[in-house]
């Protein structure tokens, strides 16, 4: 009414409101029509501005074609976020993270959650870090930020925003009804890896009963922000058809889901307890994902254990068999790989599969060397065991991909960790840790003889 152009108000509507083209008409004292102000989006963020606006002009000069203008903005959008691939339904997506500590740790956990990422099936269009002295309650970063979000997912295509910090159930919703797109945390793009690489039925049953867990507090409202999460990441696998059952449906199915647990480790109890009367020992390999524990049991074992370059390709332990040239065998174990921030519900569901490395006589824990974060994940490692209470187990830290890291770096790793270094590709590296995984584990048979005693009127092989 008083002839202002249009607002920073009116310009977010634009967005937010995924409008074509924005126009205010001012109007004089008389009641006539003065200028018009018109706005729309830009493709590309140039000279960082997110939309254009024309200059104002008096209705009856306005020849501008509305149609023509819409469709080449169009065209110029689809161009610009590029076309998909016949048959590529990949989520496209922006990583956020919003931290209040170290720019470095938190670059570091971003350039992690863009693998997990990866490993989930996801395209990554772009990453967003904002460093605030505290977290916002509502929408963990600040709304201004969270408007260039929105502004940044419309010129790129994203219809996720995958943010690198645990959300509380309101955030998820706040967050979804402002941006109108998906939202998933850290802890549901894992729980979203596990669902898709879980074969055997105890890894399966514990996904669905950590997924179930996770997603109980955010069932308590049936709402938009619900819906939006339910099919692709973060809503696939053995419970994606439970998660928007109500509250009492899913605390039965988790109770259920508990039994069948207990049942199955009955199973793999009675196996364990098979291992145990062969007198083998049993060395477990651990370490952070993707360090390549995998590929080093297939290549002492000869074995074709699945291995893929992506966190979390082994979910389902394996064991084989290893002779040394002693005449010493040994039972080897492939565990799942650990990471930082595991999301609780996880561990708790997975602790069972964990406590078979209770009956590890040795932990071979493997390091990715020419990680330059080696050294963060072998406490993230540690922290992990410490919390499972195997802290006290008898460890040997193996170096792997030394090939890629300059010899001399290696060498000091070594001496620093008393540890041994081997490239799982190349089996004529393994013989020296072979050497001293037969002098450790003679080394603790040693101070651990074995002694004859009865039980249950059968004569079987015990630890003193």
């Known amino acids: 009414m008083k002839g202002e152009p249009l607002s920073q108000e009116d310009l977010l509507d634009l967005a937010l409101l995924r409008l074509d083209l924005m126009g205010a008409i001012g109007v004089q004292p008389d009641g006539l029509p003065s200028f018009v ?48 691939e016949l048959g590529d339904n990949r989520e496209r997506a922006i990583l956020v993270s919003v931290t209040s500590g170290s720019k470095f740790e938190a670059e570091d956990s971003l350039a992690e959650l863009k693998e997990l990422a990866r490993s989930s099936g996801i395209l990554v269009l772009d990453s967003v870090l904002q460093h605030r002295p505290k977290p916002d309650p509502k929408f963990l970063m600040g709304k201004g930020k969270l408007q260039e979000l929105v502004l940044k997912a419309l010129q790129l295509g994203a219809d996720l925003l995958v943010f690198d910090q645990e959300l509380t159930p309101a955030q998820v919703r706040t967050l979804a009804d402002f941006t109108d797109l998906k939202i998933i945390d850290r802890a549901q793009l894992i729980l979203d890896i596990f669902a898709q690489r879980a074969h055997s039925r105890v890894g399966k049953v514990q996904v669905e009963l950590a997924q179930l867990k996770y997603m109980l507090p955010r069932l308590s409202t049936r709402d938009d922000a619900l819906s939006r999460l339910t099919g692709g990441i973060g809503g696939r696998g053995p419970g994606e058809t439970k998660l928007e059952v109500d509250r009492r449906r899913v605390k039965d199915r988790i109770h259920r889901l508990e039994n069948e647990l ?5 199973g793999r109890e009675q196996c364990r307890s098979r291992r145990l009367k062969k007198e083998l020992p049993i060395v477990s390999i651990v370490g952070y994902t993707n360090a390549g524990k995998s590929t080093l049991l297939n290549a002492l074992t000869h074995s074709q254990v699945y291995v893929e370059d992506q966190l979390f390709a082994t979910l389902d332990p394996t064991s084989r068999r290893l002779r040394f040239p002693r005449d010493l065998e040994v039972i080897i174990t492939d565990t799942v ?77 070594c001496r620093l960790y008393q540890a041994v270094s081997i490239s799982a590709l190349q089996p004529d590296t393994l013989f020296k840790l072979t050497q001293r995984m037969e002098k450790e584990l003679t ?22």
């Open 337 to 413: 790989g650990f990471i930082r921030d595991l999301p609780k519900d996880l561990m708790e569901a997975f602790r069972s599969t964990l406590d078979e490395l209770e009956d590890a006589d040795l932990l071979l824990h493997v390091v990715d060397v020419s990680n330059p974060r080696f050294e963060e994940q072998i406490q993230a490692v540690n922290k992990i065991l410490y919390e499972l209470g195997l802290h006290t187990k008898p460890t040997l830290i193996v170096f792997n991909k030394e090939d890629k890291v300059d010899p001399k770096l290696v060498e000091n790793v």
């Open 262 to 266: 207990k049942h199955l480790a009955k």
């Open 443 to 464: 080394r603790i048979l040693t101070q651990n003889p074995l002694s004859l005693e009865e039980e249950e009127g059968e004569k079987v092989l015990a630890y003193n």
């Open 37 to 84: 102000y018109l706005a729309h989006l830009l493709p590309k963020n140039l000279e960082n501005k997110n939309w254009l606006l024309l200059d104002p002009v008096h209705p009856s000069q306005l020849e501008l074609d509305f149609e023509q203008l819409i469709r080449s903005l169009e065209e110029e959008f689809a161009r610009v976020q590029g076309v998909r």
